[in-house]
């Protein structure tokens, strides 16, 4: 029998220019999210909070974008992006909050969930139906072109988010008028339990680059070195000459949609 092979799961690290103190703020930044996820899970089972949609496994987008960013610049996040909220040193309390409904969470009590934002942090909440978040971002783009600001925005999405109309119109309208967005697709595998072998025919989802006009590169979205030092090179790049970059991210998708619906769907291997 062939032995199982490790290509997967071997990480390797590029010989990074980092210093000690930027690879431990990596670090611990994407800690953050984990612990904070174990606890969510066990607040689950004790019935505190209603429902949960995990990032575990994905911190290093979240993380490494973020921390790619200027403290001022937007970011729109989705439902797995606990680190770009923790990124931004929310404090825990008013997280937490949130999450149980409490009157002094961002929404007030009135949600529980990830589809809040705050001016305060430059974070846009989600769009509960996924794509037109993307177009969002162009909105805050050409806000910043039009004052001539050399500011980037990053907005992110799912694989399964581009098989939205939305992705399409962002993206091109973006290309056409050069807005410095970032569009971040976090290519995890499944679409809730659609594998995307059944969402889309190109090879990759960086591929679409083509068609739109517009640069894009592949990330391993587990290696946090390469996440944070391409994406700080690119992000400085946008900055000098603004222009929508397409960053298709690889990662895999550890738990269920949410923690109810469960992983009976993904084959053991
Ligand atoms: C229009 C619309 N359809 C369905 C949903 C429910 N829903 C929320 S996230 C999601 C899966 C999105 O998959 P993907 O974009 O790949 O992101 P992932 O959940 O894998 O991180 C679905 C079906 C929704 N919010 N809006």
Redesign the pocket.
């Known amino acids: 029998m062939k032995p199982a092979t490790t290509e997967f799961t071997t990480i390797k690290y590029p010989d990074t220019k980092l210093s000690d103190s930027t690879l431990l703020k990596l670090y611990r930044g994407m800690l953050k999210p984990r612990l904070i996820e174990e606890k969510m899970l066990i607040l689950l089972r004790q019935g505190r909070i209603s429902k949960w949609?995990s990032g575990i496994g994905q911190e290093a987008i979240s993380i490494g974008v973020t921390m790619a960013m200027q403290e001022d610049e937007y970011i729109l996040p989705?439902?797995?992006n606990l680190g770009v909220f923790t990124a931004r040193e929310i404090p825990l309390y008013r997280l937490f909050s949130q999450w149980q409904g409490k009157a002094n969470g961002f929404t007030k009590g009135r949600d529980r969930s990830f589809h809040f934002g705050t001016q305060e942090y430059k974070i846009v909440g989600m769009i509960?139906?996924?794509?037109p978040q993307l177009g969002v971002a162009d909105g805050i783009a050409l806000a910043h072109k039009l004052k001539n600001e050399n500011k980037l925005t990053a907005v992110f999405?799912?694989?399964?988010?581009?098989s939205?109309g939305d992705f399409h119109e962002a993206l091109n309208i973006a290309s056409v008028w050069d807005l410095p967005v970032l569009f971040c697709v976090?290519n995890?595998g499944?679409?809730?339990s659609t594998p995307t072998t059944e969402q889309y025919r190109c090879k990759n989802i960086m591929d679409r680059g083509i068609g739109y006009g517009m640069e894009a590169h592949q990330i391993d979205g587990n290696n946090i070195l390469e996440v944070f030092t391409k994406v700080s090179e690119i992000a400085e790049s946008v900055r000098k000459n603004p222009r929508p970059v397409l960053l298709e991210f690889i990662t895999f998708?550890m738990r269920g949609?949410e923690e109810a619906s469960g992983t009976k769907y993904v084959p053991q291997d």
């Open positions: 949609f989705m439902h797995r509960s139906h996924l794509g999405t799912g694989e399964g988010g581009t939205e976090e995890n499944y679409g809730l998708r949609h």
